[in-house]
C-alpha cells in the first residue's frame, strides 16, 4: 500500500521544540522528493521545507529558515523535520507529502505533490 504516515505534533509552548517524523511505504522512496507542507485554519496550504532524493539539496520557507531541520534516513524510508523556537504563527495542521524526480524549489513553492500523507496537527501555544 502506497502511503506517507506523519507523526510527531502536538502541543508546545513558544520557544519549544518538535519532531516530527514521516514514514514511506510502497514506493521507492529513494526516489522521491519528500516535502512537509502545512495549512491554517483559513489559510492557504504552503510548503514548509522539501528534501531532494539524495538528500543533497533542500529548501525553506523563509518563515522557518534557521528554525526548522529537514532530514532523510533513504535506508529507513524517513523524513525528519526537526522544528526548533517555535512561534503561535507555526500553528497549522502539517502534512508530508512525495513528488518524484522533481526540484525541491519547483515541490515546495509549486506545490507540485502526487502523494499526500494524512497530516499531523501542531499546535504552538501557551
Not at 495549512?39 to 534557521?66: L, M
Not at 517555535?86 to 507529502?97: G, Q
Amino acid at each position: 500500500q502506497v502511503q506517507l504516515v506523519e507523526s510527531g505534533g502536538g502541543l508546545v509552548q513558544p520557544g519549544g521544540s518538535l519532531r516530527l517524523s514521516c514514514a514511506a511505504s510502497g514506493f521507492t522512496f529513494g526516489h522521491y522528493t519528500i516535502g512537509w507542507f502545512r495549512q491554517a485554519p483559513g489559510k492557504e496550504r504552503e510548503g514548509v521545507s522539501c528534501i531532494s532524493d539524495s538528500g543533497d539539496n533542500t529548501y525553506y520557507a523563509d518563515s522557518v529558515k534557521g528554525r526548522f531541520t529537514l532530514s532523510r534516513d533513504n535506508a529507513k524510508n524517513t523524513v525528519y523535520l526537526q522544528m526548533n523556537s517555535l512561534k503561535p504563527e507555526d500553528t497549522a495542521v502539517y502534512y508530508c507529502a512525495a513528488q518524484p524526480f522533481t526540484q525541491v524549489r519547483t515541490m515546495c513553492v509549486g506545490l507540485s505533490v502526487g502523494l499526500w500523507g494524512q497530516g499531523t496537527q501542531v499546535t504552538v501555544s501557551s
